[in-house]
């Protein structure tokens, strides 16, 4: 894959999700719309602090799935563009869509630095769109391209709450 297939695939993809759409709602509503930091302002900096930490964890995902992608997968993370191989090392030993759970982790992360309602209606909204998406298309077509080595994998390592201990099966 080419360095501006990747960088297509990013910047439709997770930067849409977690830096346009945000920053437009933001635009159009502002900050604190929440009002959690009204209720008592000692919370504020505490929000700020915990919203940052989570939309970093949720950045590292992000990060790693995409390197992970094209090292082991030998694709993008777009489904126009998607893995020739099944990637099944690293975070994906304990998460089956790490990409995902980040992405949903910053708009979390977003939203609670921001203290924004809008920013938890999209991150609820995203949620809403994969939780479908998921396992009714891209599930399906994972199947028919790994077959037997994804049904396994699929059936030990959760979707998008990681596990623990990471699974030790074997990259096919």
């Known amino acids: 894959m080419s360095r501006w ?6 910047l ?8 346009t759409i ?10 604190g719309t929440l009002e959690i930091w009204e209720i008592h302002l ?4 505490t929000l700020i602090g915990l919203g940052f ?13 995409i390197r992970q992608f094209a090292s082991v997968g030998d694709g993008t993370l777009a489904p126009w563009n998607p893995t020739q191989k099944l990637v099944i090392e690293g975070v994906y030993r304990h998460v089956r869509n790490p990409m995902i759970s980040g992405v ?3 708009l979390i992360g977003e939203s609670l630095a921001s203290g924004s309602i809008p920013l938890l209606v999209w991150f609820a909204i995203f949620a809403t769109i994969n ?10 077509g994972l199947v028919k391209r790994f077959g037997d080595d994804y049904q396994v994998y699929r059936m030990n390592v959760p979707r998008w709450l990681p596990r623990i201990k990471s699974w030790q099966g074997e990259q096919p």
């Open 5 to 10: 297939q990747h960088l297509k695939a990013i």
């Open 53 to 65: 930490v989570i939309a970093m964890t949720g950045l590292f995902l992000v990060v790693t799935t």
């Open 131 to 140: 939780a479908i998406y998921i396992p009714f298309s891209e599930e399906p």
């Open 104 to 106: 949903m982790a910053i």
């Open 22 to 31: 945000p920053v437009a709602l933001l635009g159009w509503f502002g900050l």
């Open 42 to 45: 000692a919370l504020k900096p």
């Open 12 to 19: 439709i993809l997770p930067v849409m999700a977690t830096v």
